[in-house]
């Protein structure tokens, strides 16, 4: 698999400065090495470590790695040829090649490789462009398109205060490809898609201060989470940090687990109380299917089947683009509360991203541990050191086969079992919650509850 350059893609030679801007020289005392980003555009992709080494070296240089939507740390690199992997780990501890290739770079540049298409078989697109020393209380931007739809994007960039209508065109791309540089001002802007050459905004961004004098990658790709055909944009600028922005427009989902027994089953309410339940027969130890909504500040509720009201003025906020779990549990004096989390929205395929609710009330803290089989909790790399009573912390697993446990330790540091499962397989695509929780008919008093 080769490396698909922007420039050849979009670039002609009488604007390529235009691609790559002409404030840096060879020779630039403000940016004399070469510079190096990997961002990861795969949507169905494990956390993926890029490793390069100069072609006429055997020393490999670890440039970082990255989950879908994330980037790598800005990398200073000698400039020259290099041969790149891209690697993950799999649940055994073996590495495994996704991709090889190679890539120029030179001093004074700046190259962001972004990793996009199925991961099982990516494809490496290469953007290099000269880093701009001349900027002065300035930034510039360009748009690369990685939605795949066959259709060319327009972006737009618009003052915080004024609408679309005033907003400036900074260009169009279509699919794998990239608009020209332009350098704006640093201030907070709106940032808009159109279908090239239209006026119907497709996406619109919450205002966003840009106020690094940098070069700012916008990329433009399908969202992930609730709905259909939603689209986002990840801003990658020089650190780790991506920021994603949603659709003003977007809905969020959320769903509800019902850990009271005594409340069998359960109506949830979101908003006013009324006789038609956003939920209504939730059995205690269940999950609900995730539903969509307006994004807003909701109260929610929670009655019994003869709708006694049992809990009210619960507060959830749904952000646009937002999937949250809302978890109704007794707190220690027997009355009803809940806990909102928010749940990743990344396809759980190689990765499981999830939460784990403590809901124990005898506990102010417990241990949760992942252990593959052939491990023991001594030996496993998984694992939660603390998560304190009506608390919850989220976890990483890679794809495979774990038994999970809850421990306590006492005032001698002695370790309690409370409760584990069976060896239980994550399925790709679930999306995971697990809840520990009392239970009455349990030896110890207490369960892990694994659902989806």
Same mark, same amino acid.
């Given at each position: 698999?080769k490396i698909v350059s922007l420039f050849t893609l979009v670039c002609s030679t009488l604007w390529l400065t235009g691609c790559g801007g002409s404030g840096s020289?060879?020779?630039?005392?403000?940016?004399?090495?070469?510079?190096?980003?990997?961002?990861?555009?795969?949507?169905?992709?494990?956390?993926?470590?890029?490793?390069?080494?100069?072609? !006429?070296?055997? *020393?490999?240089?670890?440039?970082?790695?990255?989950?879908?939507?994330?980037?790598?740390?800005?990398? *200073?690199?000698?400039?020259?040829?290099?041969?790149?992997?891209?690697?993950?780990?799999?649940?055994?501890?073996?590495?495994?090649?996704?991709?090889? +290739?190679?890539?120029?770079?030179?001093?004074?540049?700046?190259?962001?490789?972004?990793?996009?298409?199925?991961?099982?078989?990516?494809?490496?697109?290469?953007?290099?462009?000269?880093?701009?020393?001349?900027?002065?209380?300035?930034?510039?931007?360009?748009?690369?398109?990685?939605?795949? !739809?066959?259709?060319?994007?327009?972006? &737009?960039?618009?003052?915080?205060?004024?609408?679309?209508?005033?907003?400036?065109?900074?260009?169009?791309?279509?699919?794998?490809?990239?608009?020209?540089?332009?350098?704006?001002?640093?201030? /907070?802007?709106?940032? &808009?898609?159109?279908?090239?050459?239209?006026?119907?905004?497709?996406?619109?961004?919450?205002?966003?201060?840009?106020?690094?004098?940098?070069? &700012?990658? =916008?990329?433009?790709?399908?969202?992930?989470?609730?709905?259909?055909?939603?689209?986002?944009?990840?801003?990658?600028?020089?650190?780790?940090?991506?920021?994603?922005?949603?659709?003003?427009?977007?809905?969020?989902?959320?769903?509800?687990?019902?850990?009271?027994?005594? #409340?069998?089953?359960?109506?949830?309410?979101?908003?006013?109380?009324? +006789?038609?339940?956003?939920?209504?027969?939730?059995?205690?130890?269940?999950?609900?299917?995730?539903?969509?909504?307006?994004?807003? !500040?909701?109260?929610?509720?929670?009655?019994?089947?003869?709708?006694?009201?049992?809990?009210?003025?619960?507060?959830?906020?749904?952000?646009?683009?937002?999937?949250?779990?809302?978890?109704?549990?007794? +707190?220690?004096?027997?009355?009803?509360?809940?806990?909102?989390?928010t749940d990743s929205k990344l396809p759980q395929v190689y990765d499981f991203n999830f939460n784990v609710v403590n809901v124990i009330p005898g506990f102010d803290?417990?241990?949760? &541990?992942? #252990?593959?089989?052939?491990?023991?909790? +001594?030996?496993?790399?998984?694992?939660? /050191?603390?998560?304190?009573?009506?608390?919850?912390?989220?976890?990483?697993?890679?794809?495979?086969?774990?038994? =999970?446990?809850?421990?306590?330790?006492?005032?001698?540091?002695?370790?309690?079992?409370?409760?584990?499962?069976?060896?239980?397989?994550?399925?790709?695509? /679930?999306?995971?919650?697990? #809840?520990?929780?009392? !239970?009455?008919?349990?030896?110890?008093?207490?369960?892990?509850?694994?659902?989806?």
């Open positions: 698999m020289s060879d020779d630039s005392t403000t940016y004399p090495t070469a510079y190096l980003q990997f961002y990861n555009g795969s949507a169905n992709s494990a956390t993926t470590a890029m490793v390069a080494n100069l072609s !006429d070296s055997t *020393s490999d240089i670890a440039v970082g790695s990255a989950g879908f939507a994330d980037a790598t740390p800005l990398q *200073s690199m000698t400039a020259g040829s290099y041969n790149l992997k891209l690697n993950y780990t799999t649940t055994s501890g073996s590495v495994t090649t996704v991709l090889t +290739d190679k890539t120029e770079l030179k001093n004074s540049q700046k190259t962001l490789l972004l990793m996009t298409g199925n991961y099982a078989s990516p494809e490496l697109i290469n953007l290099t462009f000269a880093r701009d020393d001349t900027l002065d209380a300035q930034f510039k931007l360009m748009l690369v398109n990685l939605i795949n !739809d066959s259709k060319t994007y327009d972006l &737009y960039l618009g003052d915080a205060e004024k609408t679309f209508a005033e907003a400036e065109l900074v260009g169009s791309a279509g699919y794998k490809t990239v608009t020209q540089a332009k350098t704006y001002g640093v201030d /907070s802007y709106i940032l &808009y898609l159109t279908l090239g050459g239209d006026k119907t905004v497709l996406f619109k961004s919450d205002p966003i201060t840009l106020n690094y004098l940098t070069e &700012y990658v =916008m990329v433009a790709r399908a969202a992930v989470g609730p709905g259909q055909g939603k689209l986002a944009i990840d801003i990658i600028a020089n650190t780790t940090t991506v920021t994603t922005l949603e659709d003003v427009n977007s809905n969020a989902q959320f769903r509800v687990y019902n850990s009271i027994d005594s #409340v069998n089953p359960a109506n949830i309410h979101l908003g006013e109380l009324s +006789d038609t339940p956003v939920f209504s027969g939730l059995a205690a130890d269940t999950l609900s299917p995730f539903m969509e909504t307006v994004a807003g !500040d909701y109260r929610v509720s929670l009655s019994d089947q003869n709708n006694q009201l049992i809990m009210r003025n619960g507060l959830v906020t749904l952000n646009q683009g937002a999937v949250k779990t809302v978890v109704f549990y007794l +707190d220690a004096a027997q009355k009803a509360a809940a806990i909102t989390l803290q417990i241990s949760v &541990y992942f #252990v593959k089989p052939g491990q023991t909790m +001594d030996t496993s790399t998984n694992s939660i /050191s603390t998560l304190n009573y009506a608390s919850q912390s989220p976890v990483s697993l890679p794809v495979g086969e774990y038994t =999970m446990y809850i421990v306590h330790k006492d005032a001698n540091n002695n370790k309690i079992l409370l409760a584990q499962t069976e060896l239980l397989t994550l399925t790709a695509g /679930s999306n995971y919650l697990l #809840v520990a929780e009392p !239970d009455f008919y349990a030896n110890s008093g207490y369960k892990l509850s694994l659902v989806k």
